[in-house]
């Protein structure tokens, strides 16, 4: 008999917190169900598989690291819009270590808020990009780069892969800032006008 007042939206909110606790590679649907405290046959209502249940993960994850995102960008502009973005990003992946990596999963096209979810996280970058007067395909490049130094940043962190003597908190503060300096020096495509 399912349980009373279980849904999808309760299923997946439960999965985040035990990913969380345990980690996503050992999320599973029998510790899911377990935790639940329904038959793992009763998930099924609820999600369709492992796959469908990751994916909604996902979505859950990348709108809350947006909306994040956005609060942290708020007001804010330049190196302090960038810096404020960043901590925001490396503070998600701190509280959420197992949610987190869900974050990097393509959204599914069939699901138009984790497109949405998605895009949101991706605007956030792109609106301080225009700051440093970044357009067009660079920005697309400096996205890129930027995701690429926060993600790789925090998972290697996770990791516990920075044995060096210099405080990590440190190294971060220093990724920032020279983010902001390639930024403020990027390249400028010259197809595009410079909108300064």
Same mark, same amino acid.
């Given at each position: 008999m399912p349980r009373a007042g !279980?849904?999808?939206?309760?299923?997946?909110?439960? =999965? =985040?917190? !035990?990913? +969380?606790?345990?980690?996503? +590679?050992r999320l599973t649907l029998a510790a899911l169900a377990n935790r639940l405290g329904v038959a793992l046959p009763s998930l099924y209502k609820h999600v369709k598989g492992a796959e469908a249940l990751a994916q909604q993960l996902s979505a859950l994850a990348t709108a809350e690291l947006a909306d994040e995102m956005t609060t942290a960008a708020a007001g804010r502009s330049g190196e302090d819009a960038l810096r404020a973005v960043a901590e925001a990003y490396r503070s998600y992946a701190h509280r959420h270590p197992g949610r987190y990596p869900t974050t990097q999963r393509v959204p599914d096209p069939a699901d138009p808020a984790h497109l949405a979810a998605g895009q949101r996280a991706v605007d956030v970058v792109y609106a301080i990009l225009r700051g440093y007067d970044i357009h067009g395909d660079s920005a697309v490049d400096a996205v890129r780069m930027f995701r690429a130094a926060a993600h790789g940043f925090v998972s290697l962190e996770a990791a516990g892969d920075f044995g060096l003597p210099r405080e990590v908190d440190r190294s971060f503060d220093q990724m920032i800032t020279a983010l902001s300096v390639a930024f403020r020096r990027w390249p400028r495509d010259r197809a595009e006008p410079s909108t300064a």
């Open positions: !279980l849904n999808k939206q309760v299923v997946v909110r439960e =999965a =985040a917190r !035990l990913a +969380d606790e345990v980690g996503f +590679d």
